[in-house]
């Protein structure tokens, strides 16, 4: 994860030419990949909790909840927000 993170971080700065970092822009590359590193932060931190990590989360149920809740928020919110790029692509596209 921290790997992944770090190189996402250089796309961005690589896409923008240097202009936008992790921190400052508000391109559709950087709000995707800010997105990303977000929603994927909570899983190691639940996989720690959970019976394969520290134990501290025994419950089936809940466990299986917590993997449900993070996949569907993660990957909801990167469709979402790649739609919403893809949208508005295609509307400066049409615009032209």
Known sequence: FCT????????????????????????DYRWIIVITILTWFP???WFILSPEGLGLVNDVVI????WSVLNIVSKG???FKLQ????A???????T
């Open 4 to 27: 992944y993170s770090y190189f996402a971080c250089q796309m961005i700065e690589e896409n923008s030419d240097g202009e936008e970092s992790f921190f400052h822009g508000d391109s």
């Open 84 to 87: 919403r790029a893809k949208t």
């Open 43 to 45: 899983f190691p931190l």
């Open 89 to 95: 692509y295609c509307r400066t596209l049409d615009a």
């Open 63 to 66: 466990i299986q909840l917590g």
């Open 77 to 79: 919110s990167f469709v």
